[in-house]
Antibody, heavy 120, light 107 residues
Framework: QVQLQESGPGLVKPSQTLSLTCTVS??????????CSWIRQPAGKGLEWIGR???????NYNPSLWGRATISADTSKKQFSLKLSSVTAADTAVYYC????????????WGKGTTVTVSS | DIQMTQSPSSLSASVGDRVTITCRAS??????LNWYQQKPGKAPRLLIY???SLQSGVPSRFSGSGSGTDFTLTISSLQPEDFATYFC?????????FGQGTKLEIK
């Protein structure tokens, strides 16, 4: 059974770059039918789609992030990464990666999430 | 961006009740609508995809319907483990967007 696990620093200083990794275990994300998405959730608030990366390496991002997000993949390590530059307190949130299906876009396997706090 | 509006924002119900949550899209999204359940401190869990398809392993008391702009999630007979927050999500256009959530509480 495929599992995803997010990892990275829990505290990032304002204006710096947030860097997170999503590691896949118990299987893989099939390049034929699945891809990886990143989502975040500020404490007590709703969910925000950050972006996605296809097996081809093509990416899409939420324009609300003003070009600050970069998603990449290291398929040999079965890892996906998220970088978010020039962070502010508004980027404080729980960050999730999720397996996503082509077509429906359903997010059917989620990591447990990792909390990132932006503070000096 | 496509705006997703859920109603109600919160709901009190009792075990055994039938509950319906509504999600409305700001434009037609065909059937590109998914529903998730989230419990405190946990990641969301997929319940329904493509508006009405039940995700594997999800109890059959959960059902979804709708197309175009109006969608519903129905729980036919509430169980104690169903008290949680529910989110809809459109995957018709990027950026994919979520509803603000409906918190289902015990009456």
């Amino acid at each position: 059974q495929v599992q995803l696990q997010e990892s990275g620093p829990g505290l990032v200083k304002p204006s710096q770059t947030l860097s997170l990794t999503c590691t896949v275990s118990g299987g893989s994300i099939s390049s034929a039918s699945e891809y990886c998405s990143w989502i975040r959730q500020p404490a007590g608030k709703g969910l925000e789609w950050i972006g996605r990366i296809y097996s081809s390496g093509d990416t899409n991002y939420n324009p609300s992030l003003w070009g600050r997000a970069t998603i990449s993949a290291d398929t040999s390590k079965k890892q996906f990464s998220l970088k978010l530059s020039s962070v502010t307190a508004a980027d404080t949130a729980v960050y999730y990666c999720a397996r996503t299906h082509y077509g429906s876009g359903k997010l059917d396997v989620w990591g447990k999430g990792t909390t990132v706090t932006v503070s000096s | 961006d496509i705006q997703m509006t859920q109603s109600p924002s919160s709901l009190s119900a009792s075990v055994g009740d039938r509950v319906t949550i509504t999600c409305r899209a700001s434009q037609s999204i065909s059937n590109f609508l998914n529903w998730y359940q989230q419990k405190p401190g946990k990641a969301p869990r997929l319940l329904i995809y493509a508006a009405s398809s039940l995700q594997s392993g999800v109890p059959s008391r959960f059902s979804g319907s709708g197309s175009g702009t109006d969608f519903t999630l129905t729980i036919s007979s509430l169980q104690p483990e169903d008290f949680a927050t529910y989110f809809c999500q459109q995957t018709y256009n990027t950026p994919y967007t979520f509803g603000q959530g409906t918190k289902l509480e015990i009456k």
